[in-house]
């Protein structure tokens, strides 16, 4: 099974006069095996009315583990961010574990 899912935002600020916020992302997922997902993510914001160096951009790569049919899954993630024009770029490893009862 293959998920595509994606979305455009924005957000006017008439007291700052100037550019809008504004920002989207992209995720797409696919399931390789019955208990094995795999999920790809794209993400870019920015607040050039309030500061340029307010830019949010991110990718993120992720497995979904379902354990124990749909009642158990362990997400393990990685996202890399980078905020700024030009901007330095940090790294986050995350694991979660839900269980559904």
């Known amino acids: 099974m293959v998920t595509l899912r994606g979305e455009y935002v924005a957000q006017s ?3 700052l006069g100037g550019e809008d916020d504004h ?3 992209a995720l797409g997922a696919v399931k390789v ?3 094995v997902q795999l999920v790809g993510k794209y993400e870019d914001f920015s607040k ?3 500061d340029p160096q307010r ?3 991110a990718w993120t790569a992720a497995a ?3 354990l124990h049919g749909t009642a158990v899954k362990l997400t ?3 996202v890399s ?3 700024g024009d030009p901007g330095t770029r940090k790294g986050l490893g995350l694991a979660q574990l839900q269980a559904r009862f």
């Open 55 to 57: 830019r949010n951009k």
């Open 33 to 35: 095996v019955p208990v």
């Open 76 to 78: 393990l993630e990685y």
């Open 13 to 15: 600020r008439d007291s």
């Open 23 to 25: 920002g989207w992302y």
């Open 64 to 66: 979904n583990l379902f």
């Open 81 to 83: 961010r980078e905020i």
């Open 48 to 50: 050039d009315a309030i």
